[in-house]
């Protein structure tokens, strides 16, 4: 008999367990990728620091969220970059719209307004993005892990469930 190899995968986390790593390794990205648009900002200018990082951050995120936050064991692959790219566009526009609609609702938004409205629409716009990421982006890897990471003893076919002379037993009945 030949044996099956079997890869090292680990099972997808749990929901919140996903979640959890999803606020801590893209909070901290994100933090860092603050502080490397400011440092960066001082000898280029601004708009082009804060899409550098952007572009370098999303892609960091992106093999962050594929190797630990959902369990698929290995590197993102293209596919996944470009779909987790497209969801951190979506993001930033979300945010957009929350900043630009802002002063059209209320005359005069003070600061702590505007960074409530702020911190809020990147709420939404995380949480939309963790379940974009979970569901779609991540979950053929999932499903993929699941069946791959099964002993080859733990697979039995249909035929070993019935017992040889069932047809017997349902001519009896």
């Known amino acids: 008999m030949e044996a099956i190899p079997r890869q ?4 997808a986390p749990a929901a919140f367990t996903a979640f959890a ?10 933090i860092a990728a603050g ?3 400011a440092a960066l900002a001082s000898w280029i200018p601004w708009v082009l620091a804060n899409a550098l990082i952007t572009v370098v951050s999303t892609l960091l995120a992106t093999e962050l969220h ?7 064991g ?4 293209w596919r996944q970059h470009g779909q987790s790219a497209g969801s951190a566009a979506a993001a930033y526009v979300v945010t957009c719209v929350a900043m630009f609609a802002l002063p059209h609702m209320v ?9 409530a409205v702020y911190l809020s629409a990147s709420a939404l716009a995380g949480v939309a993005r963790f379940a974009v990421l979970r ?8 499903s993929v892990a699941a069946v791959t990471a099964r002993p080859a003893h733990a697979v039995v076919a249909a035929r070993d469930l019935v017992p040889a ?4 037993l349902c001519r009896a009945a």
């Open 8 to 11: 090292q995968q680990s099972a």
């Open 21 to 30: 790593r999803f606020v801590l390794c893209g909070g901290g990205v994100g």
């Open 35 to 37: 502080f490397a648009v």
């Open 66 to 72: 594929a190797r630990f936050t959902f369990g698929t």
């Open 74 to 77: 290995g590197r993102a692959t």
């Open 107 to 115: 005359e005069a938004p003070g600061a702590v307004l505007e960074q």
């Open 135 to 142: 569901l779609v982006v991540f979950a053929r890897n999932r």
């Open 165 to 168: 002379d069932a047809a017997e």
